[in-house]
């Protein structure tokens, strides 16, 4: 039982990941109809851009130009990762999407992987192939609940996760860019007759979901503390997984399915050997799209949803 | 001046001609129709006029001031109001929702206000509320607005989608086929609210309808547009017996 809960505490921050990153997956596929397949490596940039951050304010408060305790410090690397990787995205969009707007998805899709090793192979060619280790902002503290092992960066990992996506539901379901956003993800063709740029709304989208994918990687890198250029490319395939396992626009259900990718995945390890983890968890997860194929919240849509 | 004019427009889409040489000229508070067999490019001069499409000749003025090349956004926000042929509804949105989209750039509040809902959000929201709720009055389709908009019946979702066009507040209201598929005591409610609403507000509106008794009740001045082109222009009374319309559109038999 204590093993149990042990692995639901694991599974519950791995999942976290998957369901950050998912859901910008999720959310630029409702509007935009095109998967995104650079995000995974947009969630790299992130944990890169928060490498950065963090370490540049460790330094000047090392050097005495400023003093700021580390708590502070991981909440700016936060925030100022947030905003620069959703400029990343918003760049990514204005470069790579925009033009693309009319052309076939396929094509899209294919711009999608190209960006990613682009910013995969310049991530190279700036840092070189050295893995970086990400600072250690937080002190752990190990705390045992009755056999049960918690640190406090697994509490933070999760909270700061769940409070995003509820600030996220809040945001989609009640802003005006959130009713803009969910405007578009049915119907296209009559929001700017609202007065409401698509051009904006697009921004804002891939700006909110880098912004998410950053925090994801920060968390990460607290957890994982190794960073390295290509580590994007296996977590951005799952999230992208999980946002359709999730069904397509449903915020609720990339999270959900984020997590449970977590669960089946930390679970699939705790009985089998490691290393047919992904082997039976991904199985398990296609035979459930053998019978949900439109995943948790999608519904069957027909084909009038362009571009 | 006109509010709105449209001077010697021409459109291709490709080698093929959709609208040739159309104008039109818009008096505030008029009501005008478009009439024409199916096919005939109506819609395409409504995407034309409201920016979807750019056209490939002429000039288009809202106000003395051209709004050609400008986005269908902001053509929008200049004060051109549509609704669609086959309505264009969110699924999965209700009532309220579809209406308070047409105020969306009536409100001004930022980023921080959407995630943590500051006094100003709440009070722009308030305002907004209230409004939608006036204009879904307007249309009788108040007592429903919590409800998913495809529970409606037909007409009622009609009646939404007006609702919506007028909650932008445009100068001129542009209706394509308000009334297609409707049943005759549904027509009947649409012709008497569009009739109010232009009464009401003195909205200039311009309309395109298949059906004639409708177009003859409510316009002032009809446009006969047959592949692309316009072949008769007048009242309804000279539209009725103008021997070209007669023969391109209404059929040798109709007219007694």
């Known amino acids: 039982m204590v093993f149990f809960f042990q692995n639901m505490i694991n599974a519950l921050q791995w999942g976290s990941f998957y369901a950050l990153i998912a859901l910008g997956y999720s959310m630029v596929y409702s509007i935009l109809m095109l998967f995104n397949f650079a995000h995974g490596d947009i969630f790299m940039v992130g944990a890169y851009i928060g490498f950065g951050v963090s370490t540049g304010l460790i330094a000047l408060t090392a050097t005495g130009v400023i003093a700021l305790p580390n708590w502070l410090i991981l909440v700016l690397t936060i925030l100022f990762s947030m905003f620069l990787t959703s400029l990343v995205g918003m760049l990514v969009e204005r470069i790579g999407y925009r033009p693309l707007r009319e052309a076939p998805r396929a094509s899209a899709a294919i711009t999608g992987l190209m960006i990613g090793i682009i910013l995969e192979t310049g991530n190279l060619a700036l840092l070189g192939a050295r893995r970086v280790s990400f600072p250690s902002l937080i002190e752990t503290t190990t705390y045992n609940l009755g056999g049960v092992y918690i640190t406090n960066k697994k509490i933070m990992i999760v909270v700061v996760s769940l409070a995003i996506m509820l600030a996220l539901d809040q945001f989609i379901r009640r802003s005006k860019w959130g009713m803009a956003i969910r405007a578009m993800a049915f119907d296209y063709l009559v929001v700017p007759l609202m007065g409401i740029s698509i051009n904006t709304i697009a921004r804002m989208t891939f700006a909110i979901g880098s912004a998410l994918a950053a925090v994801a990687g920060i968390l990460f890198g607290m957890a994982y503390p190794v960073l390295d250029p290509y580590m994007g490319i296996l977590f951005g395939w799952k999230a992208f997984v999980a946002a359709i396992l999730g069904g397509r626009g449903s915020i609720m259900g990339a999270c959900l399915a984020g997590f449970l990718l977590g669960f089946i995945e930390i679970f699939v390890a705790m009985i089998f050997p490691s290393t047919l983890r992904d082997l039976i968890a991904y199985s398990i997860i296609m035979l459930i799209l053998t019978f949900r194929p439109h995943g948790f919240f999608g519904e069957p849509y027909s084909a009038q949803l362009r571009l | ?256």
């Open chain 2, 1 to 256: 001046m006109s509010l709105l004019q449209v001077e010697k427009m021409t459109h291709y889409f490709g080698g093929l001609k959709a609208v040739y040489n159309y104008n039109l000229q818009i008096d505030p508070g008029q009501i005008k129709g478009l009439i024409g067999p199916n096919g005939a490019g109506k819609s395409t001069i409504f995407n034309l006029i409201t920016g979807i499409y750019k056209p490939t000749e002429g000039d288009i003025r809202l106000e003395g001031k051209s709004i050609v090349g400008y986005k269908p956004h902001q053509v929008a926000a200049m004060g051109l109001g549509r609704t669609f042929q086959n309505m264009q509804l969110w699924r999965h949105m209700t009532v309220l929702e579809h209406v308070k989209m047409a105020r969306y750039s009536k409100l001004r509040y930022g980023l921080c206000g959407a995630f943590f809902g500051t006094a100003k959000r709440r009070r722009e929201e308030a305002e907004s509320d209230e409004k939608a709720h006036y204009f879904l009055n307007m249309f009788g389709v108040d007592p429903l607005a919590d409800q998913n908009i495809f529970n409606l019946p037909y007409g009622a979702q009609r009646r939404v989608e007006m609702a919506r066009a007028m909650a932008t507040e445009p100068k001129v209201l542009f209706l394509d086929e308000p009334t297609a598929g409707m049943n005759p005591e549904e027509l009947g409610r649409m012709v008497a609210t569009i009739r109010q609403v232009h009464e009401e507000l003195g909205l200039a509106i311009f309309l395109i309808e298949h059906r004639l008794r409708v177009v003859m009740e409510l316009c002032e001045s009809i446009q006969t547009l047959v592949f692309g082109e316009i072949i008769a222009e007048g009242t309804p009374e000279e539209i009725r017996s103008n021997p070209k319309v007669i023969d391109a559109y209404l059929g040798k038999d109709v007219v007694e």
